[in-house]
């Protein structure tokens, strides 16, 4: 069944893969037939060529039939011979000259055994015309006659042979060019546009849904595709926005046990209490930032990495913090600057935190921008560093879930928002202490 809609041509295709391969073999085979039947009806067209056997023994006929014709009948006779063979010349009389001898001949080789008796062959020599060869013949009365033929080919390739293998050749490529351009068309473009469309998605930019073209198996792969990626968006937004409405909700009692607990005299239990309710807050704050991390509808901007490096290290620093920033060169890169200076303080909080001071450099490797956040801490087990992504999981376990010590996010929140701009992160040790955290960001 052909499809409706798209172009004419295309609409005339089966819907199928499997029809439109049986399609172009089909195709590809009636080609070639055409092209063969084409070459050898072009190599056989006129009369075939003649086997030396079959021409010498018919000059021998002719020679033997002038020798017994009486001398008044020879030129009538003769000019029978010419329609009959019209690619054999017969002169007569000829006036045989000292001709420039060719090498010897099977032909004249062939007629000498033929005519034995009175009849004499000559050597064959070369005649007017370069393509064709003469042998002269003395019939019995002493009178010469010459024998003009088309120089001898030897029976093997037919002439023309080469010309079909070339033609042949240049079909084939032809079918082969059909059937690549067709895999290109039909095949591969649909499933280029699928791959940079799953890749593409969750990033946080505004993708278009796949284009439902191409064969039947590729539109329903395209629409399944259309629909999970628009079912996950719908799962993703419902969620973030029950929990905003949960978080926002939870502010309101979080705000009255608040006022009810400063009412309250200045006791050990106050104090206690007042904490439990900022660790809540910061709690519901730190969940709703995780859960828009990574998926910002902010626009995308091209900016210098260094110069929101800079900006990080001299914030810290005009609170006493110990960052410091590697000069470096310049780099810029495409992205929201406010996710990344998110992304690179949670990390140089984790620094400082279990290090103690934190150093930051850039540098180009590549096409990519790698910023590293050094720090004089004891690290992370290796057998640890993938669960530090993991949210609300942190370094170390023996620590209180609180607001100081934080909630184990700020590596899950770093990660979502590397990876929306096709960057990547890592973990490495430093020599001979300390530990570095690699953020590689694509240079714009």
Same mark, same amino acid.
């Given at each position: 069944?052909?499809?409706?809609?798209?172009?004419?041509?295309?609409? !005339?295709?089966?819907?199928?893969?499997?029809?439109?391969?049986? !399609?172009?073999?089909?195709?590809? +085979?009636?080609? /070639?037939?055409?092209?063969?039947?084409?070459?050898?009806?072009?190599?056989?067209?006129? *009369?075939?060529?003649?086997?030396?056997?079959?021409?010498?023994?018919?000059?021998?006929?002719?020679?033997?039939?002038?020798?017994?014709?009486?001398?008044?009948?020879?030129?009538?006779?003769?000019?029978?011979?010419?329609?009959?063979?019209?690619?054999?010349?017969?002169?007569?009389?000829?006036?045989?000259?000292?001709?420039?001898?060719? $090498?010897?001949?099977?032909?004249?080789?062939?007629?000498?055994?033929?005519?034995?008796?009175?009849?004499?062959?000559?050597? *064959?020599?070369?005649?007017?015309?370069?393509?064709?060869?003469?042998?002269?013949?003395?019939?019995?009365?002493?009178?010469?006659?010459?024998?003009?033929?088309?120089?001898?080919?030897?029976?093997?390739?037919?002439?023309?042979? &080469?010309?079909? +293998?070339?033609?042949?050749?240049?079909?084939?490529? /032809?079918?082969?060019?059909?059937? =690549?351009?067709?895999?290109?068309?039909?095949?591969?473009?649909? !499933?280029?546009?699928?791959?940079?469309?799953?890749?593409?998605?969750?990033?946080?930019?505004?993708?278009? *849904? /796949?284009?439902?073209? =191409?064969?039947?198996?590729?539109?329903?792969?395209?629409?399944?595709?259309?629909?999970?990626?628009?079912?996950?968006?719908?799962?993703?937004?419902?969620?973030?926005?029950?929990?905003?409405?949960?978080?926002?909700?939870?502010?309101?009692?979080?705000?009255?046990?608040?006022?009810?607990?400063?009412?309250?005299?200045?006791?050990?239990?106050?104090?206690?209490?007042?904490?439990?309710?900022?660790?809540?807050?910061?709690?519901?704050?730190?969940?709703?930032?995780?859960?828009?991390? &990574?998926?910002?509808?902010?626009?995308?901007?091209?900016?210098?990495?260094?110069?929101?490096?800079?900006?990080?290290?001299?914030?810290?620093?005009?609170?006493?913090?110990?960052?410091?920033?590697?000069?470096? &060169?310049?780099?810029?890169?495409?992205?929201?600057?406010?996710?990344?200076?998110?992304?690179?303080?949670?990390?140089?909080?984790?620094? !400082?935190?279990?290090?103690?001071? %934190?150093?930051? %450099? /850039?540098?180009?490797? =590549?096409?990519?921008?790698?910023?590293?956040?050094?720090?004089?801490?004891?690290?992370? $087990? %290796?057998?640890?560093?993938?669960?530090?992504?993991?949210?609300?999981?942190?370094?170390?376990?023996?620590?209180?879930?609180?607001?100081?010590?934080?909630? =184990?996010?700020?590596?899950?929140?770093?990660? $979502? +928002?590397?990876? $929306?701009?096709?960057?990547?992160?890592?973990?490495?040790?430093?020599? *001979?202490?300390?530990?570095?955290?690699?953020?590689?960001?694509?240079?714009?």
């Amino acid at each position: 069944m052909a499809r409706e809609g798209g172009r004419f041509w295309t609409r !005339l295709l089966p819907d199928r893969i499997a029809a439109q391969i049986a !399609l172009l073999v089909v195709m590809s +085979v009636l080609l /070639l037939h055409a092209a063969v039947y084409i070459t050898v009806v072009s190599i056989r067209r006129g *009369p075939p060529p003649e086997h030396p056997a079959e021409t010498t023994g018919r000059v021998a006929g002719f020679v033997q039939m002038l020798d017994a014709a009486p001398l008044a009948e020879r030129a009538a006779l003769i000019a029978r011979m010419a329609q009959a063979s019209p690619g054999l010349t017969l002169t007569y009389p000829f006036a045989q000259t000292s001709g420039s001898p060719r $090498a010897q001949d099977p032909r004249a080789q062939h007629l000498r055994r033929l005519l034995r008796g009175n009849l004499v062959v000559a050597d *064959p020599e070369q005649s007017d015309d370069p393509r064709r060869v003469r042998i002269p013949v003395t019939l019995s009365d002493g009178t010469v006659v010459a024998v003009t033929l088309p120089f001898d080919q030897p029976p093997g390739a037919p002439p023309g042979f &080469g010309g079909a +293998v070339i033609g042949t050749a240049i079909f084939l490529l /032809l079918i082969l060019s059909l059937l =690549g351009t067709w895999t290109a068309l039909f095949l591969l473009r649909p !499933l280029r546009a699928m791959e940079t469309t799953v890749e593409a998605y969750g990033s946080g930019d505004t993708h278009t *849904p /796949l284009p439902e073209t =191409g064969p039947r198996e590729i539109r329903t792969v395209s629409k399944a595709i259309n629909r999970m990626q628009e079912r996950i968006t719908r799962l993703l937004e419902d969620r973030t926005r029950t929990l905003a409405a949960v978080g926002h909700d939870l502010r309101t009692p979080i705000t009255r046990l608040r006022l009810r607990a400063e009412m309250l005299e200045d006791t050990p239990e106050k104090a206690r209490m007042l904490a439990d309710l900022d660790q809540m807050d910061a709690m519901v704050q730190s969940a709703l930032s995780h859960l828009r991390d &990574g998926r910002g509808t902010g626009q995308s901007a091209t900016f210098d990495l260094h110069s929101l490096l800079q900006t990080i290290a001299d914030r810290y620093q005009d609170v006493g913090k110990p960052v410091t920033m590697v000069e470096t &060169g310049r780099l810029a890169v495409r992205g929201r600057a406010l996710d990344i200076d998110r992304a690179v303080t949670n990390i140089v909080d984790n620094a !400082l935190k279990y290090g103690e001071t %934190a150093a930051i %450099a /850039l540098f180009r490797v =590549g096409e990519c921008a790698v910023v590293e956040i050094s720090d004089e801490g004891p690290g992370i $087990a %290796a057998e640890r560093r993938e669960a530090m992504f993991q949210p609300f999981v942190r370094g170390d376990e023996a620590r209180n879930m609180n607001e100081a010590d934080g909630f =184990g996010l700020g590596l899950s929140i770093t990660r $979502a +928002v590397v990876e $929306a701009h096709e960057g990547t992160i890592s973990f490495a040790d430093r020599k *001979p202490k300390g530990f570095t955290v690699r953020v590689t960001l694509p240079v714009a």
